[in-house]
């Protein structure tokens, strides 16, 4: 029935509610719509699948129209459930946790009079059960179910209306069958876009009719506690980018995504300068709400990109995984002065073939690189792998036999290498002027490889140092047997144990134990080459150096988790060695240092992970205690914070290749995608402790921010420019997220460290 002209339609106000959880609520939403100033001609509670709080209502609005869900669990069907018993000519829509102001329907109604109306929709105000998060920014307050920044603030056509506060003509909502039950929350799942779609679809059908926001037409959105979390967050940003996608098929991109587009081209990046400019003026809870928006948009990007990437795959029509994958790649160590082997291209994971080979060459010992060759069909012969490796590596092993007083080679060819290089002269450091290191290894006594590294440690090339356990998990692990059955044969070996969880506690209680003026660190997963030790010590070419850092290369690349982890960068940093400090990066070789000159724009010395790894480094003993050791606060990124702090500090860090490691990478996707995220939380909080904690570090990254972020995406960078074709994009959209969410970490962090001195 069209409406009366010059009066407001009819209008049924439809509640839906699922849990008894929220009763106070529903009580109280339901009260706010009988206490309108112009009333509802109907009220129907629609009851979603729960006998109990169906009973309850009955007996407490005998007077309202109370029916269960006919549809689906879930809003939606609860919601067209609702519309198909109203008798109003418009159906209004109120949250059970919402509180209507007395003049909501009388705001929202009048606009019916013009024809052309379709649906009318609100503004929510969050009513916060405790105060407002700090960290939230208002552009996000769409994910509490409130308005948010970036909404008009007047009447105005809009494409979709919020959920908790919205209106439709009755007979726009039977012609398109209402909404989509594929869409909209279950339970308390964080899902939504039903109304997104509803609103783009009767748009569709009608094109000239028009969906209205009118901002004086108020509810109170009740924000419960466990709603302001940085979980909820991630999780309902990450819903929403994956119903965004399915509201994209449902009605095309152009159509579904056209007011994102627009929120994040301009909405966003002014929030982001805003929380900047707050931290200027002194707010540094700026500098979280900047890093909440950033790490907002990501996770709904990779919740968006993960629905179209399932979709994709379920097109395909087969079981499997979704990506095929790079071919597995066989790893392997060639000394050239024992010969040059065949490789061939058998014995990959469940009887595959290996695609390619990754070939750390040495001399005499010496790393001098790393080389990559496809294995053709039958594998590489020794003669094309020597050939492969004249060509690539002919002047780093030239400068290698100068430096050892050998002939240079004009050529190196099929004869057997041995042959051709000779040996080599004594580079060790004689016994008597070694410095006595301690070797610091923590463990929660789980690791698989745990029983090998100390089989590894206790084979090193080193004829003066011990090695300190550190039980991680002193009340779950038979760590203190293992050592003390090692200890009675080999004395270098001690226990110690550290309760409190974190490698940085235990790094430092292994720290506190050291009886050497170096002290070493390594992780429990790790297989040490016999050389390790004395090529870290090595590394210590002169005072100013307090830390040396050493090469991590992968023992196997078997799966597509393992190759993309290369991929991204591993945690190899190459075979040249360098200097670092203040000032720069010195690029040493066999016969003397070559400064390298920094870019004119260079991001150096804020790229802490160039620097090393933790699993892989050694320091003065005296200097790290100085340097005050691990930051216990960094649940992830204490080691690249350690190595930073030696920079900034003006003490030198030197990267000694000879120093190697073998590392089994995690064989899992879902390991891989962990470890990403966990990259970027690590980064985000090392560089948010230099922008609180240190006035020039936070100027000079400010200034750096714009470099910062095209490195990150520019697909060229130093950063991106090994990744091939194939690499997931969610890996970088899941480590960006981690970049973004560090000052939320480092936040937390910081929270628990006070409570717990408290």
């Not at 039903?194 to 009767?202: K, P």
């Not at 400019?277 to 890093?291: E, F, I, P, T």
């Not at 000879?658 to 939380?681: D, K, P, S």
């Not at 936040?747 to 717990?756: C, I, Q, T």
Request: proline residues 7%; glycine residues 10%; contains cysteine.
């Amino acid at each position: 029935m069209p409406a009366r002209p010059g009066s407001a339609p009819t209008v049924t106000v439809v509640v839906c509610v699922y849990t008894e959880r929220r009763w106070p609520q529903i009580v109280r939403a339901v009260h706010s719509v009988l206490a309108q100033d112009l009333p509802a001609a109907q009220v129907v509670v629609v009851v979603d699948h729960n006998p109990a709080l169906l009973a309850r209502v009955y007996a407490t609005f005998p007077e309202l129209t109370v029916v269960p869900n006919v549809g689906p669990r879930g809003l939606s069907a609860a919601r067209n459930t609702g519309v198909a018993r109203a008798t109003g000519e418009i159906v209004a829509f109120l949250d059970d946790d919402a509180e209507a102001e007395p003049d909501w329907l009388a705001r929202l109604l009048p606009h019916y009079r013009d024809q052309q109306v379709l649906a009318v929709g609100g503004h929510a105000v969050p009513a916060w059960e405790e105060e407002r998060p700090r960290w939230l920014p208002p552009e996000f307050d769409w994910v509490v179910g409130c308005s948010f920044t970036g909404q008009p603030t007047e009447v105005t056509p809009v494409r979709n209306v919020i959920g908790c506060n919205m209106s439709f003509r009755r007979s726009v909502l039977n012609r398109t069958a209402g909404f989509d039950p594929a869409l909209g929350r279950v339970g308390r799942t964080p899902v939504g876009c039903e109304e997104t779609e509803l609103c783009i679809r009767i748009q569709q059908l009608e094109p000239d009719g028009v969906v209205l926001y009118e901002p004086a037409a108020r509810v109170r959105h009740r924000v419960t506690v466990d709603r302001t979390t940085w979980r909820y967050f991630r999780q309902r940003c990450f819903s929403e980018g994956r119903s965004k996608a399915v509201v994209a098929r449902l009605v095309g991109s152009d159509a579904g995504l056209a007011t994102e587009r627009t929120y994040t081209r301009r909405t966003l990046p002014a929030g982001v300068r805003r929380g900047l400019r707050q931290v200027r003026a002194g707010d540094r809870a700026g500098l979280l709400r900047s890093g909440a928006i950033v790490a907002g948009l990501l996770v709904t990007a990779a919740g968006y990109v993960s629905a179209q990437a399932m979709r994709a795959s379920q097109a395909v029509g087969r079981p499997g995984p979704r990506r095929a994958g790079p071919a597995p790649v066989r790893v392997l160590a060639v000394e050239l002065a024992e010969g040059v082997p065949d490789v061939p291209d058998t014995g990959g994971p469940d009887g595959t073939r290996y695609g390619a080979a990754q070939v750390l060459v040495r001399l005499h010992g010496e790393p001098l690189g790393l080389v990559d060759v496809g294995l053709p069909a039958g594998g590489l012969t020794a003669p094309a792998l020597t050939a492969t490796i004249r060509d690539r590596l002919a002047t780093a092993i030239d400068a290698h036999l100068r430096h050892d007083g050998l002939p240079t080679l004009d050529r190196l060819d099929a004869r057997p290498v041995r042959e051709t290089v000779g040996s080599c002269p004594s580079r060790r450091t004689a016994a008597a002027h070694v410095p006595f290191v301690s070797v610091v290894l923590p463990t929660c006594g789980r690791a698989p490889l745990f029983e090998s590294t100390l089989d590894s440690l206790a084979a090193l090339d080193y004829p003066h140092f011990e090695i300190v356990v550190v039980d991680n998990a002193p009340q779950v692990s038979d760590t203190a047997r293992t050592v003390a059955s090692r200890a009675a044969a080999d004395p270098r070996f001690r226990y110690t144990s550290e309760p409190r969880p974190g490698v940085a506690h235990a790094r430092n209680r292994g720290l506190a134990e050291a009886r050497g003026g170096i002290v070493a660190f390594a992780d429990d997963d790790l297989v040490i080459d016999r050389g390790w030790l004395r090529s870290l010590v090595d590394g210590f070419t002169d005072d100013d150096v307090v830390g040396v850092t050493g090469h991590i290369l992968a023992r196997e690349l078997d799966t597509p988790a393992q190759i993309w982890l290369e991929q991204y960068g591993g945690y190899g940093k190459g075979c040249q060695r360098r200097r670092f400090d203040r000032s720069g990066v010195a690029t040493l070789d066999a016969e003397g240092a070559r400064r390298v000159d920094l870019p004119p724009r260079s991001l150096h010395p804020y790229l802490p992970g160039s620097y090393g790894s933790g699993a892989n480094m050694a320091f003065r003993t005296d200097a790290l205690r100085r340097l005050g050791a691990f930051d216990p606060r960094l649940r992830s990124g204490e080691d690249i914070d350690l190595l930073l702090r030696t920079v900034l500090a003006g003490h030198a860090l030197t990267y000694e290749p000879g120093a190697i490691a073998w590392h089994t990478h995690r064989r899992e996707l879902r390991a891989l995608r962990r470890t990403m995220y966990q990259y970027g939380v690590g980064l985000g909080t090392v560089l948010t402790k230099c922008l609180t904690s240190d006035p020039t570090a936070r100027r000079e990254l400010v200034r750096r921010l714009p470099r910062g972020i095209a490195y990150a995406l520019r697909p060229g960078s130093a950063k991106n420019n090994r990744k091939q074709a194939g690499y997931p994009a969610s890996l970088t959209v899941l480590e960006l997220c981690g970049l973004a969410l560090g000052p939320v970490h480092y936040a937390a962090a910081a929270a628990r460290s006070g409570r717990s001195r408290r």
